[in-house]
């Protein structure tokens, strides 16, 4: 698998010079499967970028949808392959408990928040509900879905193919209201999907000094980030959903404390706009 983030920014899209490095695009990662499946995880504004890049000859895209909030979906009406009539698309994501995945997203894909409605895209859309069937194959990739702690219906993503496994959690609050040292391992939400992945994708929003005042926004702190990571058994960790706030100078210096302060089992790497990952060659 191949990986290319196109998006790493969590909440609001923070373009300017101050964040040139890290990126200020919502959320979306690209998957390439050795036998080139493509999958987009999350439809934040790095989506736009990411359609201007696939070429016409592609006969099929699958995105997968950890939520609805906005900076996961603002992208989506502005990814260009979807007005494409021959293009096949499958788009998966969460159903609530009062409405299933279409309706939920037609209330943003038509007037007045968006001028072209769902129904009207012209390429072959279908939906699938992730709630209902949380195992899924796509060409020669398997998804396993499941419900993660975040405000309102939300999953997370582990996928497994090409000799390796990759889990997307880009909002997650493993630890809501309990001390990281109080929870039995098995009892922390998502540590399933994660378990001994070889490249973890996680939301690491605040600084440790933040995150009180954001106790039950459905976002970590670096320390549980990590913490999550060395109990899931997790190879390699890229920290995800940086906060809008956080400029490329603050972030450097956030995780150089990080590396001095940890003595880490696993590598740690900030996840960086445009940045590249082979999963096959790094294992």
């Not at 021959?86 to 009062?98: A, F, K, Q």
């Not at 072209?116 to 899924?136: G, I, K, N, W, Y």
């Not at 419900?147 to 496994?165: E, K, M, N, Q, S």
């Not at 939301?203 to 320390?223: K, L, M, T």
Request: aromatic residues 8%.
């Amino acid at each position: 698998m191949k990986i290319r983030f196109w998006g790493t920014r969590g909440s609001l899209a923070t373009p300017g010079r101050e964040t040139i490095r890290y990126g200020g695009n919502t959320s979306c990662v690209e998957v390439l499967s050795d036998a080139g499946h493509l999958l987009v995880l999350d439809a934040g504004t790095g989506i736009r970028p990411l359609g201007d890049a696939i070429e016409r000859n592609l006969t099929r895209v699958d995105i997968l949808l950890t939520h609805l909030h906005m900076d996961h979906i603002q992208g989506l009406g502005f990814f260009e392959p979807l007005f494409w009539p021959e293009l096949e698309v499958h788009l998966w994501g969460p159903s609530s408990t009062t409405q299933n995945l279409h309706r939920r997203l037609s209330r943003y894909l038509s007037p007045p928040l968006f001028p072209v409605r769902l129904l009207d895209l012209p390429c072959a859309l279908t939906l699938h509900d992730v709630v209902s069937t949380p195992r899924f194959r796509i060409g020669d990739l398997t998804v396993d879905a499941g419900l993660v702690c975040h405000p309102g219906p939300t999953v997370g993503y582990r996928i497994t193919g090409d000799g390796a496994t990759m889990t997307y959690m880009p909002d997650h609050e493993p630890y809501l209201g309990v001390s990281i040292d109080s929870v039995e391992p098995s009892w922390v939400s998502g540590v399933s999907l994660a378990r001994d992945v070889d490249l973890l994708i996680h939301d690491a929003q605040f600084s440790n000094e933040e995150y009180p005042d954001y106790v039950g926004w459905g976002h970590s702190s670096i320390d549980q980030t990590l913490a999550f990571a060395r109990i899931a058994g997790a190879r390699h960790l890229m920290t995800f959903h940086h906060d809008p706030s956080h400029t490329d100078a603050m972030l450097d210096d956030l995780y150089d404390e990080v590396r001095k302060e940890h003595e880490l089992r696993f590598e740690m790497t900030p996840a960086t706009e445009g940045a590249t990952f082979d999963l096959s060659r790094s294992r």
